[in-house]
Structures are given as C-alpha cells and as structure tokens.
C-alpha cells in the first residue's frame, strides 16, 4: 500500500507557472504507474498526465500539451507536475494517484491508491 501526499498547489496568475509534488511513503513510486488527475467545480475528475513504471512512457491531456510536464525522482521518491503557461480553465482541485494494474492510463478507475488533492486556482 502507498500513501500519497500532494503539495505545490494556489493561486497564480494566467501565463505563470506552478509545480504541484507528489510524495509517496509506504511502497516507491517505481512500482506503479502515477497519474495525476483533475477535478474542476461541477465537472468530472479527468486524467492530465501519467507516467509509466521505468519513466519511458509520459502521457498527458491534449489541452495540456506542451505546457505540463511530468517527472518522477525515484531517489525522493516522488513524482512531479510542472505547470506552464496556465490557463484559468486549469483551475482545480488536482490528484495524485498510483495504479498497480496494466489497464488504461487515462482511466480513473484504474488506480488504486489516490492522494487528497491539493487546489489550483488560476486567474485571469
């Protein structure tokens, strides 16, 4: 079991910059593929990038290509969502999530183990 805590989140202004972390304890980070997960005030929780178990795969939204980045430092065990270029449409509460199965990255059910959510307000 993996116990997930996110920090980094706030207000920041169009066009700025954030990085949301993402500490894990109890199993490393290398033994599951992490997601990182959105859920905006009446909407439903959508994925926004994952990143497999070895760092080769990186997988990420259409509407945050180019501007999000993922990474993972398994040394600190600890996975990373550098935001760029941010948009008042990215405003949300944001989830850390490990998955220990082979389905489908972008799928919410898939994982198992779910941070508590750190919010991400943006302004225009």
């Known amino acids: 079991q993996v116990q997930l805590v996110e920090s980094g989140g706030g207000l920041v202004q169009a066009g700025g910059s954030l990085r949301l972390s993402c500490a894990a304890s109890?199993?490393?980070?290398?033994?599951?593929?992490m997601g990182w997960f959105r859920q905006a005030p009446g909407k439903e929780r959508e994925f926004v990038s994952a990143?497999?178990?070895?760092?080769?795969?990186?997988y990420y939204q259409d509407s945050v290509k180019g501007r999000f980045a993922i990474s993972k430092d398994n040394a600190k065990n600890t996975v990373y969502l550098q935001m760029n270029s941010v948009k008042p449409e990215d405003t949300a509460v944001y989830y850390c999530?490990?998955?220990?199965?082979?389905?489908?990255?972008?799928?919410?059910?898939?994982?198992?183990?779910w941070g508590q959510g750190v919010q991400v307000t943006v302004s225009s």
């Open positions: 990143i497999s178990l070895s760092n080769s795969f990186l």
């Open positions: 109890g199993r490393t980070v290398s033994d599951y593929l």
């Open positions: 999530a490990a998955s220990g199965s082979s389905g489908p990255y972008y799928d919410d059910n898939e994982y198992d183990y």
